[in-house]
Every structure is written in structure tokens, then in C-alpha cells.
T-cell receptor, first 114, second 115 residues
Framework: QQQVKQSPQSLIVQKGGISIINCAYE??????FPWYQQFPGKGPALLIA?????SEKKEGRFTISFNKSAKQFSLHIMDSQPGDSATYFC?????????????FGTGTRLTIIP | GAVVSQHPSWVICKSGTSVKIECRSLDFQATTMFWYRQFPKQSLMLMATSNEGSKATYEQGVEKDKFLINHASLTLSTLTVTSAHPEDSSFYICSARGHLNYGYTFGSGTRLTVV
């Protein structure tokens, strides 16, 4: 019940296109859903996060869509650029608990080609 | 925004020696620290969770005597890999969380190579 399933494992998108990564969760107690971007040899960096009281959140080219009934959330990267090539992880936690751990998805390796 | 400084960024040590990795929260009080291990092309694997002033809680299968975690202050946590062996070579990452803060801030990671 603690799993977060992420797909696809890898994704190749042309420059200017839309990159879409999907995640599904089981634990309905989760109330914090962040997305992280990780470059090789670096720690994950928070990209955008959403709470379940909204269905969509947009920050620049990055949008999270959240479907509470389906227990799914997705990351959309508009106008994808070569600099977006990285590994993306979705995650979930019971955010209101201070020492609650993040449950990570398995990651998506995104490659943006010219 | 919140910043976590992790040092060293990379370290090479001889088999049998111990290595200490430090994580400092620079502009907030880290009430909870998380330590992760990441293998190539894999997700982050939580090793342990620590609260300031308390003993760390280790995940199943993680040797607490091998991976010593200290969280003595609200701004500093350390991970010491004792008697390191080549199989301990990995990428170690810390993450910190402040009180009543939903966000998790990650350090930049430490590449440990044991030769």
C-alpha cells in the first residue's frame, strides 16, 4: 500500500514537444505529491508539488495534474528543452506528519532530442 | 529557499576504513533528516530517518552498526560508514525537513568509492 508506481521508465521527446510522466498510488492517506528532477551525480531537486485539494498546479512549463478518485497524478513538461533531459521521480508522503518519509516512484529517464 | 549542504561530494577510501558524510541545513532547522542510498539508474532507497536528539530509525535490512547516523543538532546530521567495503560504494543523499514544513530538501549527494 506504500508503493508509488511510475511510468514510463524512459521517454524520448522532441524539442518543443510535451513530456508526460504518470504516477499512481495506493495509500489514500498521502497528502503531499512532489516531483523531483535529478541530474547525474546530483541530488534530487524539487520541481513542483501538489496537495490533494487541487486538481492542477502550474509553474512555468511544468504542470501537475492530480486525479484523487483515480489515485493518479502526472507531470507535464510543455515546450520540452534539451536542458530538461534528466531523471524525474514522483513521490508521495503523509506530509502533515513531521517525520514521515517520502515514497518514491521508480523514476523516468527523459531525453529531449533536437 | 531551503538549502541543505552535503559534504564531501565525492570520497575514495580504502577498504576497512570509515568515512563520515555531513549534511547541514543552512537556513532552517532540520527537525528530521533522511538518509538515502542510490544505485546507478535506480530510485532512492531510504536507509534511515533521524529526529534531532533521538536515535535514528533504520529501514529493514540496513545495518545500524555499519551506517552510524548522528543528528545532534537541528542543523547537522552525519552518516558514518564504518569499516567500509567495496560493496558499500554508492551514491548517498541526505534530505532534511523542518517543523510543520511539507517540503523535503535534498543535499547534493556524496559519491563513495571504496577500493
Amino acid at each position: 500500500q506504500q508503493q508509488v508506481k511510475q511510468s514510463p521508465q524512459s521517454l524520448i521527446v522532441q524539442k518543443g514537444g510535451i513530456s508526460i510522466i504518470n504516477c499512481a498510488y495506493e495509500n489514500t492517506a498521502f497528502d503531499y505529491f512532489p516531483w523531483y528532477q535529478q541530474f547525474p551525480g546530483k541530488g534530487p531537486a524539487l520541481l513542483i508539488a501538489i496537495r490533494p485539494d487541487v486538481s492542477e498546479k502550474k509553474e512555468g512549463r511544468f504542470t501537475i495534474s492530480f486525479n484523487k478518485s483515480a489515485k493518479q497524478f502526472s507531470l507535464h513538461i510543455m515546450d520540452s528543452q534539451p536542458g530538461d533531459s534528466a531523471t524525474y521521480f514522483c513521490a508521495a508522503s503523509i506530509g502533515r506528519r513531521g517525520n514521515e518519509k517520502l515514497t518514491f516512484g521508480t523514476g523516468t529517464r527523459l531525453t529531449i532530442i533536437p | 529557499g531551503a538549502v541543505v549542504s552535503q559534504h564531501p561530494s565525492w570520497v575514495i577510501c580504502k577498504s576497512g576504513t570509515s568515512v563520515k558524510i555531513e549534511c547541514r541545513s543552512l537556513d532552517f532547522q532540520a527537525t528530521t533528516m533522511f538518509w538515502y542510498r542510490q544505485f546507478p539508474k535506480q530510485s532512492l532507497m531510504l536507509m534511515a530517518t533521524s529526529n534531532e536528539g533521538s536515535k535514528a530509525t533504520y529501514e529493514q535490512g540496513v545495518e545500524k552498526d555499519k551506517f552510524l547516523i548522528n543528528h545532534a543538532s537541528l542543523t547537522l546530521s552525519t552518516l558514518t560508514v564504518t569499516s567500509a567495503h567495496p560493496e558499500d560504494s554508492s551514491f548517498y543523499i541526505c534530505s532534511a525537513r523542518g517543523h510543520l514544513n511539507y517540503g523535503y530538501t535534498f543535499g547534493s549527494g556524496t559519491r563513495l568509492t571504496v577500493v
